[in-house]
Structures are given as structure tokens and as C-alpha cells.
């Protein structure tokens, strides 16, 4: 069972608006560290897609946009593509592990 | 770009041990932390250890505490992970993952493709 908690699937038509959430506790997103998240397409190595919350590494969308607010945070896609089709995960720092936490991924199916 | 290149995975036995290395290459290697992350199969990611640039601190998740041991090679730039005592529940794609400081905090930036470790009788 993950530290930080997201739903398993979501799902939504070319065009339209996504969010993925990432519920965690006053050891981890709550204390303040910041949220990463990171897009696994089907057969490869994860990619950083978004740092501290919401800043995106160059050559990454402006459709994809995340957020943070007390203990949870959330990544938006926006303009779907068939493209987008992954699985999304986030991650923090666990103070209570001493580590570094993923959630469990959330897959995102573009119908 | 960014390489980063691991290999020594494959199929061991239960209680038996492995070395993994990672190849890192167009970057500073020893200015920059590094980590090892690991997928089992059809599962999500854990973080499972991390090591500074300078290779004075590391760090383990409570699931391979004790059996896995991080390292680095400045010089070769490259990353090592020892596991031994090793378990079903280890099996895994294995990925070494360069680490950015953040605010006191860290994310990864770079992933390698990952080396499958099975462990199995």
C-alpha cells in the first residue's frame, strides 16, 4: 500500500479536461514537501513532468499543470490526447520514512 | 542528453545476491545525488535507496534495509546497488534515476530503462 494515495484509473475524451489527485498526510505533503510527478507511457522509464508542485521541465506541454494545497496535490491535463494515454504518478518525501514516497500511479485511458 | 545506463540484472535465487551497476554519462556525476527506484511487475514505483554526490550519505526504505547496500564510483561514474539475502518480493525492474535538490527536498529528472531483477527457485 503506498504512502501518498491516488485513484487507480480515470479516463476522458480527446479534447477534454483530466485531474489526477494525490492525497497524502502531515508526514509527507502536509509538512510541506513539495510534489513531483512523473508520466510512465506503456514499456518505458518513467519521465519527470512536473517539480515543486507545479513548475514544468523544458519540452513538457503547458497543457499538463499541477498544484498542492495541504495535504494534497493535483496534476491537470488539459486538451487531451490519445498521446497522454499513461500512467502518472506522484511523489514526495515521507519524514516519517526518511524517504522518498510514490503514490500508487494512476492510469489514464483517452477513450 | 542525460545516459544513464544499468545493467546486472537477472534471475537469482531466493536468499541469493546481485550487483547492480548504472553507467552515468553527459552530466557531472558527482554534483548530482542519485537514487534507485524500483517497479515490480504490473505494480507502482518505490523508491528504494539514495546516495549523496559525494557518497558520505545514504539512504534505504525500510524494505531493503540492511540487505541492500548503495554506492558510487566518481571516478567511473557509476552506480552501484549490492543486494543480498534476496527475496521473491524483490523481483523488479530496477531503475537508477539522477536526483535534483529541490527546496530540501529532491526529484528526479533523469531515469534509466531499467534492468529486470527475478527472484525465483
Known amino acids: 500500500q503506498s504512502v501518498l494515495t491516488q485513484p487507480p484509473s480515470v479516463s476522458g475524451a480527446p479534447g477534454q479536461r483530466v485531474t489526477i489527485s494525490c492525497t497524502g498526510s502531515?508526514?509527507?505533503?502536509?509538512?510541506?514537501?513539495?510534489v513531483h510527478w512523473y508520466q510512465q507511457l506503456p514499456g518505458t522509464a518513467p519521465r519527470l513532468l512536473i517539480f515543486?508542485?507545479?513548475n514544468r521541465p523544458s519540452g513538457v506541454p503547458d497543457r499538463f499543470s499541477g498544484s498542492k494545497s495541504g495535504t494534497s496535490a493535483s496534476l491537470a491535463i488539459t486538451g487531451l490526447q490519445a498521446e497522454d494515454e499513461a500512467d502518472y504518478y506522484c511523489q514526495s518525501y515521507g519524514s516519517s520514512l526518511s524517504g522518498w514516497v510514490f503514490g500508487g500511479g494512476t492510469k489514464l485511458t483517452v477513450l | 542528453e542525460v545516459q544513464l545506463l544499468e545493467s546486472g540484472g537477472g534471475l537469482v535465487q531466493p536468499g541469493g545476491s546481485l550487483r547492480l551497476s548504472c553507467a552515468a554519462s553527459r552530466f557531472t556525476f558527482s554534483s548530482y545525488a542519485m537514487s534507485w527506484v524500483r517497479q515490480a511487475p504490473g505494480k507502482g514505483l518505490e523508491w528504494v535507496s539514495g546516495i549523496s554526490g559525494s557518497g558520505d550519505y545514504t539512504y534505504y526504505a525500510d524494505s531493503v534495509k540492511g540487505r541492500f547496500t548503495i554506492s558510487r564510483d566518481n571516478s567511473r561514474n557509476t552506480l552501484y546497488l549490492q543486494m543480498n539475502s534476496l527475496r521473491a518480493e524483490d523481483t523488479a525492474v530496477y531503475y537508477c534515476?539522477?536526483?535534483?535538490?529541490?527546496?530540501?527536498?529532491?526529484?528526479?529528472?533523469?531515469w534509466g530503462q531499467g534492468t529486470l531483477v527475478t527472484v525465483s527457485s
Open positions: 502531515s508526514s509527507d505533503i502536509g509538512a510541506g514537501y513539495d
Open positions: 534515476a539522477k536526483a535534483v535538490q529541490w527546496q530540501g527536498d529532491y526529484y528526479f529528472d533523469y
Open positions: 515543486g508542485n507545479s
